[in-house]
């Protein structure tokens, strides 16, 4: 079973690039069929997709956030990471680091980590 792990700083200044990793134990980041997959929920709001890597490479992102996001896996390290540009405090929310599995879009969860955007 696939487990997750998010890390990374809990506090980003604006304009600086928010950066996340994704620590995948129990599966492989190249195993066909999957999606390496970012959410986030910002406070009081719903889930929001930021978007994805597939194990072939393909990427797909929000057209809303796009111009400012970079997902990428590593796979020496069994890791996906994100990265969000020119951060403002909107971009405040705790982070998810999702598996698509399939025709499963959302199988399995990390636990989510705070990111604060502030000066």
């Known amino acids: 079973q696939v487990q997750l792990q998010e890390s990374g700083p809990g506090l980003v200044k604006p304009s600086q690039t928010l950066s996340l990793t994704c620590t995948v134990s129990?599966?492989?980041?190249?195993?066909?069929?999957?999606?390496w997959m970012w959410i986030r929920e910002p406070p009081g709001k719903g889930l929001e997709w930021i978007g994805y890597?597939?194990?072939?490479?393909?990427?797909n992102y929000s057209p809303s956030l796009k111009s400012r996001t970079s997902i990428s896996r590593d796979t020496s390290k069994n890791q996906f990471t994100l990265q969000l540009s020119s951060v403002t405090p909107e971009d405040t929310a705790v982070y998810y680091c999702?598996?698509?599995?399939?025709?499963?879009?959302?199988?399995?969860w990390g636990q989510g980590t705070q990111v604060t955007v502030s000066s």
């Open positions: 999702v598996v698509g599995v399939g025709y499963v879009p959302l199988r399995y």
């Open positions: 129990g599966g492989s980041i190249t195993t066909p069929n999957y999606f």
């Open positions: 890597e597939a194990s072939s490479g393909i990427t």
